[in-house]
């Protein structure tokens, strides 16, 4: 905003990151739908603050998070039947960011408009476009989810914010032998069996898959509590990882029931859903659900799928964060890959080639 | 302080500004006079840190916040009859800023001194003067408010500290119409009459003058706990702005029961001196005194005046500090105007013309 | 770490020193030995972060706070029996900082490993070499400080964190004059008797040494508190500065009942040990510990000893760290000496031709 404030130094405005930091011309997870109430919403995504809000007619809007007349944040607003109202003096902003009311005043100027965001609402996902042009158009439709949509299954999730940068959460999640070191108390089960699990991993495009079975070992708490399991299971974990958001599948049989590679297998099934979009460079949004297929007890057994996931999540938002800020602490030195780091360097790859793009 | 501690970066040193930010060679408010009791006050202002306290013969005085010996702020020493000690070795300074003991030691080095500030205290206000040259003395005496003395009126007061820069705080005073959106609980009344009310605006050398009448509407919540409003109200709203300071005179009489133009009206009066000073670029000090006229119940009046006040600058604050917020997050958008901005906009066209001179 | 995370500017990095802000080639105080427990122990120091852990031996071993992997802090690992296991993927680091498992993979790369310090418990100190080169092995033994081993006196300590730079409590402690201002509750007693007390100054090669005398005064609190002593007191007090630790030695006797510059002198004792090792150039860690010597009602005593201590160490970070605060709003400001600044000037001066050298 340019009126008149003197900065006794420009380096004193925090230096501002652009969406040309990220891989752009793609669809991201802005919200999930359960977030867009009587509300605003308003977070920064990829290093620009958008105000979500959801009109009478049930459409979701995201517009640019600014009064055009004195920046105060629309997210403080209020919303109306047909659009955002600025809870300084008023302005009326529609779902496309045109001003259609200025209290008190009869022309409306042609420049009182701010930046519309195209978001389009699936499976219950909010999803938006960033292109590489502010202005340009989706060239696709949003990646569906359907999981969120079958009859076979129950879900919940959640929303984290996280003072890393998203692409550690990617290594994370596309690395699951850390389960027997960080989450040893829950999922986690035997650490030793985590680490030697052969992993198959394979890309195909801007996708990385990762396969693992852990045949014959002991069932994690999480899933005792959830499923009647016996002494012994047979546990399956699919990793598909989008530049935008992951897919991971995991499950179990009873021990030597049926093939875990058949994907009608029966069994106890976590689908989680993690859509990770940059809020910085330094920060981003972790959107996750967690689908079950409890057989019985439903209600009691999907709070404790989602009680005992949030858990998890928890602990690794722990390390996650300390790591980050210990590779601060430590900019000059290298890392070294182990065997786990397959799958995360693919899409780091993928990841850099699209920015680069 | 040039002791010999290494930094690793000289950028590390918070960047400073200077009192050159500022309009200089006037009155600042440094302080309201119940502020400056027993105890030495800090306080950092057009980013001078400043220390006033009070001696034995009721003088203020005003002195750079540090010991000439090691650097304590000596707004944590200790006043005495005579002057303000420092809590790490004793040295005694006098209201001149002139170190007067050295426990221990019988000689006083001629450079054991620090800046002294020429303050005014009058009308229960404490005035402090900003030359162009840190040692210009006074052109001319701090402004006048008789109101502070004036038998008819009660007040009381607060300091406000806001992280926004005071130039917000000008916009938001000379801008009444946001009663409607910001103070619709307090003193907002109907958001439409307060958005229509025509404005007279007249600038007068360094100072604006804004006048709005809003004849026939309902009196807001404060106003009625405070008078024995009928169903309808004449409202009268004057401001003045001053580079220093505003007077913001409103009030109401019953509706058609005697002009709103006439000085010598009857009926409710709120007179409020609003002394805005800068504290640095980014932040300001906001000192505020709301003087009225209660005719019965004078106690229970003005605690309810003095609280419906407090009420309404917090909901203030909140606005102004999350639109500074937001400035920040979008340093290269240029404002538009809306019909509100005229007298907001001489008023910062007169500060930036002082601070350019 | 050199894994692709965008930064939109350089400078977000955070600007860090090197060990070379500091005296080198000498010991500095890591941790007192009832720190390093169970748990590691990570703490930054003179700019690096070191992570301590004790073995099933009894070794104390320092570490880089860093796995080689993916930068998890092994401080927020484990300590097992032969090392230090990173609490991400279970990767166990020796003392000596060489990976000797990398769970799920057999070989372990050469390069998997991570700086080791040298560190040597003495004396119920951990002490740690810092040399010019990060490799270079120390030169000589650690100061020994054969109090803590003295059958004469019990002892306890702590650890404060400040911040403000080590050299701000090397004046604080110098000089001991301040006691009349800052601690004028505890060990204070008469401000004038303090301030007026000669000081004895030499100088030998690295060390400073200062003595005081204060004959025929009343005794103050944590004296009285802790020995019987009569209405007026012989007070000694011997501060010995090294750049890594100062060693004070004060005590009385009753006045007139012995020589106070006698070193087999009865009396109440008090005998400090003062290790400050930098964090970085705008903090330091300070430990301490105070022996002393009661000959009946050792525990209660001994436990009003270190109250006290504790309570004046308050008063001191407090003033301090407020210093530090004010030194940095006045980056422009020359300090002003007096007469107690002898000493600290002299400290000042070995430390920075270390610094140079």
Redesign the interface.
């Known amino acids: 905003?340019?009126?008149?404030?003197?900065?006794?130094?420009d380096?004193?405005?925090?230096?501002?990151?652009?969406r040309h930091?990220?891989p752009l011309d793609r669809w991201y997870v802005a919200a999930l739908s359960k977030e867009v109430k009587a509300e605003p919403l308003g977070k920064?995504l990829l290093?620009e603050?958008v105000v979500m809000f959801r009109t009478e007619d049930g459409q979701v809007h995201a517009l640019?998070?600014?009064c055009?007349?004195?920046?105060?944040?629309l997210s403080?607003g209020t919303v109306e039947a047909t659009g955002l109202?600025?809870?300084?003096?008023?302005?009326l902003f529609n779902g496309e960011g045109k001003c259609i009311e200025?209290?008190?005043?009869d022309k409306i100027?042609s420049?009182?408009k701010i930046h519309r965001y195209v978001v389009k609402e699936q499976d219950d996902i909010v999803w938006i476009w960033f292109g590489s042009e502010i202005t340009s158009e989706p060239a696709n439709e949003p990646p569906p989810y359907p999981i969120h949509g079958d009859p076979r299954y129950y879900f919940d999730g959640d929303v984290y914010h996280y003072d890393a940068?998203y692409?550690l959460v990617h290594?994370n999640l596309l690395?699951l032998?850390?389960l027997?070191?960080?989450h040893l108390k829950t999922i986690g089960g035997n650490?030793?069996i985590?680490?030697?699990a052969p992993m198959e991993v394979t890309q195909d495009g801007e996708s990385v898959k990762v396969v693992r079975h852990m045949l014959d070992s002991a069932p994690p708490h999480t899933y005792s509590a959830a499923y009647p399991f016996g002494e012994s299971i047979d546990r399956w974990q699919e990793i598909v990882f989008y530049p935008s958001h992951l897919e991971i599948w995991t499950g179990a049989v009873d021990h030597n029931s049926e093939s875990v590679r058949d994907p009608q297998r029966g069994g106890f099934h976590m689908r989680g859903f993690h859509g990770l979009t940059p809020e910085?460079?330094?920060s981003c949004f972790y959107f996750w659900t967690m689908a079950s297929n409890p057989s019985s007890n439903v209600d009691e057994i999907m709070e404790k799928v989602i009680a005992q996931t949030k858990f998890t999540f928890d602990e690794d938002k722990e390390?996650i964060e300390?790591?980050y800020?210990?590779?601060?602490?430590?900019?000059d030195?290298?890392?070294?890959?182990?065997?786990?780091d397959v799958a995360p360097n693919r899409a780091?790859r993928i990841?850099?080639s699209l920015?680069k793009a």
């Open positions: 905003m340019t009126v008149e404030i003197q900065h006794p130094d380096k004193e405005t925090p230096t501002r990151g652009t930091s990220f920064t290093n603050p640019e998070d600014r055009c007349h004195r920046f105060l944040p403080s109202r600025c809870g300084y003096h008023g302005l200025i209290p008190g005043q100027p420049r009182a940068p692409q290594d690395d032998s850390h027997g070191y960080v650490a030793k985590h680490m030697n910085t460079e330094e390390v300390a790591q800020r210990n590779m601060k602490r430590f900019p030195k290298k890392s070294i890959d182990i065997h786990v780091r990841v850099s920015i």
